[in-house]
């Protein structure tokens, strides 16, 4: 961690970064976490695959957030060391027998599991496990990513498996995953309503539905209603048909809790009349704007070796990342002042989430190098 700094302006002129930087904004995280604290009708585990910082975990921790999603090795031990006492669920639902120990011996009971074979490993090695049978969500429900494609029992094998684990004395729970970055709120009721639907047919008691993340963060394009909508449909769909069966809800949000919390500061090393080439491209910081392309359309502002905005009249370019790959290119233009040029700096916003796990170490062109904000990116 480079330091505080009460701006990116200030920090520009502190330390004039030559690296891609990682921007963290602890008082985004906390609002973040307050609004699902106070908004949602159950539990919130963090999805600490979005954005695994122990600042990250440490500020969500602060807010009352007590349950963290983890999804390896690394994920268990961040939470177990940063957060001793912390309540983490092994949400992956393809585990390896040492992994299963591993989360054993971390004290985790709770596994995602998608099929009798997984459910058999789970409780031949955690005896008293309680495992989260795990539901296929149709596609068709305005997500970005349907995460069903790879996880998730279908009706029958769903309720198969959770038969099996009453038949092997398990108290099981239910999950799904409705996708990601979800722009409709039914999709979350339509969700729960399968979920009870299919568990009502096989007559077993379930006490725990998590309904996976999905909520959103707001990019430049983004229709989507605000989180209270959401909310709202959710603890509507609750009081219908969980609360009913005694089953408390949870979810899992990681995008929504921290997307807001973090930007990434990219140089300008070559201007060209149609383009400019920076020092973070599609394999590094800005990975997931290559798979959501215009879904995950990053606000974005541009400024001088002072830290003051550019100003001038703005025009289409395409943006070249720093590597020897052809593909490393934005997968739209950005709109850049005309008296911008090498040397400025450029800051993608809402890349608290998922910028720095997904970088990779392509020509060995990668930054860790992090710095913490006080000011918001809408008030420079």
């Not at 009721?189 to 725990?208: F, K």
């Not at 800051?347 to 062109?365: D, K, Q, S, T």
């Amino acid at each position: 961690m480079i330091g505080r700094f009460a701006s990116v302006a200030a920090f520009i002129r502190s330390e004039r970064p030559d690296v891609p930087v990682h921007l963290l904004r602890p008082r985004q995280v906390r609002a973040a976490a307050r609004s699902f604290v106070e908004g949602f009708p159950g539990d919130v585990l963090y999805a600490v695959k979005c954005n695994a910082h122990p600042l990250v975990l440490e500020t969500l921790h602060g807010q009352g957030i007590r349950h963290f999603d983890v999804a390896s090795p690394m994920e268990i031990r961040r939470v177990a060391e940063t957060l001793p006492g912390a309540t983490a669920f092994y949400h992956h639902p393809a585990k390896s027998p040492a992994q299963i120990e591993l989360a054993r011996d971390y004290g985790i009971r709770h596994f995602a599991v998608d099929c009798i074979a997984e459910l058999d490993k789970v409780a031949g090695l955690v005896p008293d496990a309680i495992p989260m049978v795990r539901l296929a969500i149709p596609p068709g429900n305005g997500a970005v990513y349907d995460l069903s494609t790879k996880f998730g029992a279908p009706p029958d094998r769903f309720r198969a498996v959770l038969e099996h684990a009453h038949a092997l004395g398990l108290s099981a729970g239910i999950t799904f995953h409705v996708g990601s970055q979800c722009l409709d709120p039914q999709a979350f009721r339509s969700a729960i309503r399968l979920a009870t639907s299919l568990l009502d047919e096989t007559g077993l008691p379930v006490r725990l539905m998590d309904i996976g993340g999905g909520f959103p963060a707001y990019y430049r394009l983004t229709e989507a209603p605000p989180l209270a909508a959401y909310f709202a449909a959710i603890a509507e769909a609750g009081r219908e048909w969980a609360a009913p069966r005694g089953i408390r809800l949870m979810c899992e949000p990681g995008r929504a809790l921290a997307a807001e919390g973090g930007s990434l500061l990219t140089r300008i090393v070559l201007t060209k009349a149609e383009a400019i080439h920076i020092n973070d491209g599609i394999f590094g910081g800005l990975t997931e704007v290559y798979w959501g392309k215009e879904a995950l359309s990053l606000p974005y502002r541009v400024v001088d070796e002072d830290g003051r905005p550019r100003r001038g009249r703005a025009r289409p370019v395409a943006v070249y990342g720093p590597t020897c790959d052809g593909n490393d290119r934005l997968p739209y233009p950005l709109a850049v002042p005309e008296d911008a040029g090498d040397g400025d700096y450029i800051e993608f916003n809402l890349i608290g989430a998922y910028g720095r796990e997904m970088a990779a170490r392509y020509n060995g062109m990668v930054s860790d190098a992090m710095a913490t904000i006080d000011s918001d990116f809408d008030d420079e």
